[in-house]
């Protein structure tokens, strides 16, 4: 006994911009039609071989139980890559948001540092010490960027 494969595109598989569940509606939809093709061929056969068309509707039975259940399978898993595929945009967008946020605050503290160090040069200039900058720098003791984020208990997911 030879297989027939399913009619139209979908014995490929899923058509390029075919929906995973408008594509499972249709290979649903063929299984039922060769099912009840198969149906109405074991009513033809002969009364005295009543055996034979109960164990093959028997057999069909469990194929529809089989096809029904992979369907169902195949349906969940869809929904589930779905779900984790807009939670990976998700998360794509909000690292795309912290990395920027990141970016902004590290110039910010250089800056800031910049500030400073031009302030206490100032300072410095104002009350007669006569101090280089390399020595100001030195005095310096701000953590970077980096070692601020891991002291940080809300922070450490970066």
């Known amino acids: 006994m030879s297989a027939v494969p399913c009619s139209g595109a979908s014995s490929s598989g899923p058509v390029p911009g075919m929906s995973m569940f408008r594509w499972l509606e249709v290979l649903e939809k063929e299984f039922d039609k060769a099912f009840v093709d198969v149906d109405l061929l074991l009513g033809e056969i002969d009364p005295d071989q009543a055996d034979i068309t109960y164990e093959g509707r028997q ?3 469990s194929l529809s139980s089989c096809f ?13 890559n779905h779900k984790l595929e807009a939670q990976l945009v998700d998360f794509k967008s909000e690292l795309t948001e912290v990395q920027a946020e ?6 910010e503290v250089h800056d ?4 400073l ?7 410095h200039s104002k009350t007669g010490q006569n101090v280089d900058s ?4 030195a005095k310096l003791s ?9 002291m940080t208990p809300f922070c450490h997911h970066l």
């Open 59 to 61: 057999k069909m039975t």
């Open 68 to 80: 029904a259940q992979l369907c169902h399978k195949a349906q969940t898993v869809s929904q589930i």
């Open 102 to 107: 990141k970016a902004v605050l590290e110039k």
């Open 112 to 115: 800031q540092l910049l500030q």
């Open 117 to 123: 160090h031009a302030v206490q040069l100032q300072l």
């Open 134 to 137: 390399g020595a100001i720098k």
């Open 142 to 150: 701000v953590p970077t960027l980096e070692v601020m984020v891991s």
